[in-house]
C-alpha cells in the first residue's frame, strides 16, 4: 500500500504551513477543521482582492431513489500535490497572483461539506476571478484525485470525469 | 527489470491490490506495463471508459520506455474537485 505524505495527517506541519506568512498554501487535507486556516492566510499588502471558490457535496437523489450521503475523494498523493504547485507556477504565467490556496480534502465529505478550496490573491479583481476560475477548472481537469458517490444504503459509485492529456515539457500552460 | 504499476479509484476496487509489481524487458513501455496488468486482472478491462498514464508521477505516452524502478500509474478519468 501507498503511505500518504506527511501533509494528510500532520497537524504540527499543517499548522506551521498556515501561520507561513510568505508563500502558496497548496494541501491535500484529510482533518477538520481545515477550512478555517483561511482567515490566517489572508494580509498580503500587494493584493487588492482575493477571489476564493468552494467546492461543497450537493445532495443528490439517483433515479432508483438513493440518496447521496458523502463523496469519498481519494488521491494519488504525490502527484496530485506536484500537480498542484504546478498549477500554481502556471496560473503565475497568465495573472499576476499575489498569493493563492489550494486545498483538496481526501477521505468522506458528507453532503453540504467543503471539499476542495481555491484561493487567489491578486492586485486588481478581475484578475482574481479569472485566475481562481482557471485553478478550479484546470484542478478538475489534470489532478489525479477522484471521488465515489456514496449512496444511504452503502453501495458507492466511482464518478468518471476528465482524461488528462500527457503535456510536454514544452507546451503552453 | 522491475516496475511498479499503482492502480487508484476503480481499478483498485476492482483488482482488490493498490500495486502491482512487474518484472518487464529492458526498453518495455508503459503500454506494455498496462497490458500485463489487465492481462493479470481481467475485471479491469472496461472498468473505466478511457486511462491515462503517469509515469514517475507525470502524465506520459504509453510509448513511454521504463526503466528499473519505474513508477508507473493507471489513471482512470480524474474527478476532484
Redesign the interface.
Given at each position: 500500500?501507498?503511505t500518504r505524505p506527511a501533509q494528510l495527517t500532520d497537524r504540527d506541519a499543517w499548522l506551521r504551513l498556515r501561520r507561513a506568512r510568505h508563500g502558496d498554501l497548496v494541501a491535500l487535507i484529510d482533518f477538520s477543521p481545515w477550512e478555517d486556516a483561511l482567515p490566517e492566510f489572508w494580509g498580503d499588502p500587494a493584493a487588492g482582492g482575493i477571489d476564493v471558490f468552494i467546492?461543497t457535496t450537493r445532495a443528490e437523489t439517483h433515479a432508483d431513489g438513493r440518496e447521496l450521503v458523502a463523496l469519498d475523494?481519494?488521491?494519488?498523493p504525490?502527484?496530485?500535490l506536484?500537480q498542484m504547485r504546478d498549477l500554481a507556477r502556471r496560473v503565475r504565467e497568465r495573472w499576476p497572483v499575489v498569493r493563492l490556496a489550494l486545498l483538496?480534502r481526501v477521505g468522506r465529505v458528507a453532503v453540504g461539506q467543503p471539499?476542495?478550496v481555491v484561493a487567489v490573491a491578486s492586485p486588481h479583481r478581475a484578475e482574481a476571478f479569472e485566475a481562481c476560475r482557471w485553478l478550479?477548472d484546470t484542478?478538475?481537469?489534470?489532478?489525479?484525485?477522484?471521488?465515489?458517490e456514496v449512496w444511504a444504503d452503502g453501495s458507492g459509485t466511482?464518478?468518471?470525469?476528465?482524461?488528462?492529456?500527457?503535456?510536454g515539457a514544452g507546451d503552453a500552460g | 527489470m522491475k516496475v511498479r504499476v499503482l492502480l487508484f479509484a476503480v481499478l483498485r476496487d476492482r483488482a482488490g491490490v493498490a500495486e502491482v509489481s512487474l518484472d518487464l524487458p529492458e526498453g518495455a513501455t508503459v503500454a506494455a506495463a498496462a497490458e500485463a496488468v489487465l492481462h493479470r486482472f481481467p475485471d479491469l478491462r472496461g472498468a473505466a471508459r478511457s486511462l491515462a498514464y503517469a509515469l514517475n508521477r507525470a502524465y506520459c505516452r504509453p510509448d513511454a520506455r521504463l526503466k528499473e524502478a519505474d513508477e508507473v500509474a493507471l489513471i482512470p478519468p480524474v474527478s476532484g474537485g
Open positions: 500500500m501507498q467546492g475523494y481519494e488521491a494519488y504525490e502527484m496530485a506536484s483538496h471539499s476542495v478550479i484542478l478538475k481537469a489534470e489532478v489525479p484525485i477522484w471521488k465515489k466511482w464518478v468518471e470525469g476528465a482524461v488528462p492529456e500527457a503535456r | -
